[in-house]
């Protein structure tokens, strides 16, 4: 399980008894509901289903170039960090 990662507050309805057994569950753990619900998830999705890392050469084409903000010849690392589809789509994620 990764400990490094972003975490993002999400909700869901569960069937009531199935939530009060993972409850149960993690109690008899010691362990939190969150981390006991997230290493059943990891469990279940393979490593590969995650989204593949964009390899850009070192020249960003002229599709990516046409994205960026009239006026601006490159892009800053401020506005590449407060755009992740742009830092993805550059490769910096």
Same mark, same amino acid.
């Given at each position: 399980? !990764?400990? %490094?990662?972003?975490?993002? !507050?999400?909700?869901? /309805?569960?069937? &009531?008894?199935?939530?009060? /057994?993972?409850?149960?569950?993690?109690?008899? &753990? !010691? /362990? %939190?509901?969150? %981390?006991?619900?997230? &290493?059943?998830? &990891?469990?279940?999705?393979?490593?590969?289903? =995650?989204?593949?890392?964009?390899?850009?050469?070192?020249?960003? %084409?002229?599709?990516?170039?046409?994205?960026?903000?009239?006026?601006?010849?490159?892009?800053?690392?401020?506005?590449?960090?407060?755009? =992740? /589809?742009?830092?993805?789509?550059?490769?910096?994620?």
């Amino acid at each position: 399980m !990764q400990t %490094s990662s972003k975490k993002i !507050q999400t909700a869901f /309805r569960l069937d &009531e008894n199935l939530l009060m /057994r993972a409850k149960l569950r993690a109690k008899r &753990e !010691q /362990r %939190s509901l969150n %981390s006991l619900v997230e &290493e059943a998830l &990891e469990r279940m999705m393979p490593q590969e289903l =995650e989204w593949p890392k964009v390899v850009i050469p070192t020249e960003i %084409s002229p599709d990516i170039l046409a994205m960026r903000l009239p006026g601006k010849a490159t892009f800053t690392k401020e506005e590449i960090a407060a755009d =992740e /589809r742009l830092a993805h789509a550059l490769g910096e994620i």
